[in-house]
């Protein structure tokens, strides 16, 4: 395979695509396999399989939310390895936009209907940190994996026990948050200041509110 390197044009297609396939997909997945495949799946009653689709579909989004924050840190991180490092993150947060998809179809419900809003304000906050330079940046990724491992622990704590399916999901994605954001933080990521972490909770807390509704 011949390498080139990409033009502006090029990158700006690209970036497109990504934004298209994140909002609407299917995303380009890594060569994991779903964690769910090959479970039974389980008979839930009404409201226990409302209940999971809406958390499912928090998840989801909050996955559209980390490929914003990423996509828009890879766009603006001043160096290439940082760069390097959000886009592989990028792509294994594809697999838990997939995974989550395909289950809330399964679940029978629907997606967020806000999902576009959410993306973009977090590619702008995305691209704000990495404008800020590469060790906030990378700062901004060890917090909202810590943020979303927690809130994936409250999933779990919700799920029922025989859902095997969806606890797969939702572990192997919480595995995933951690390797992260161990990564950003052996890369340089530094501590947020107080005041940006607590707005950064307060956020996370009016999507998840929301989106479980719309």
């Given amino acids: 395979m011949i390498n080139r390197d ?17 909002l609407f997909g299917p995303p380009q997945v890594t060569e994991r396999p779903n964690p769910a495949t090959g479970l039974a799946d389980t008979e839930l009653d009404e409201q226990q399989r409302r209940h999971v689709a809406r958390l499912m579909r928090i998840n989801h989004t909050g996955e559209v939310c980390a490929q914003g924050l990423y996509q828009g840190q890879a766009l603006t991180a001043k160096l290439p390895e940082t760069r390097h490092k959000m886009e592989r993150s990028a792509q294994e947060e594809n697999d838990h936009l997939a995974w989550c998809a395909q289950r809330i ?78 990564l950003a933080q052996a890369a340089g990521g530094a501590d947020l200041p107080t005041p940006i972490r607590l707005a950064m909770r307060l956020m996370s807390k009016v999507m998840t509110r929301t989106v479980y509704w719309v």
């Fill in 105 to 182: 179809e399964e679940l029978g419900d629907r997606k967020s209907l806000l999902n576009p809003l959410w993306y973009a304000g977090s590619f702008t906050i995305g691209a704000t940190a990495g404008l800020a330079g590469d060790k906030w940046s990378l700062g901004f990724v060890v917090e909202t994996e810590r943020q979303v491992e927690d809130h994936l622990d409250e999933h779990l704590a919700q799920v029922p026990a025989e859902d095997l399916k969806t606890r797969a999901i939702l572990e192997r994605m919480k595995a995933d948050e951690i390797h992260h954001a161990d």
């Fill in 6 to 22: 990409l033009t502006p044009a090029d990158q700006l297609l690209i970036g497109v695509d990504q934004v298209l396939r994140t």
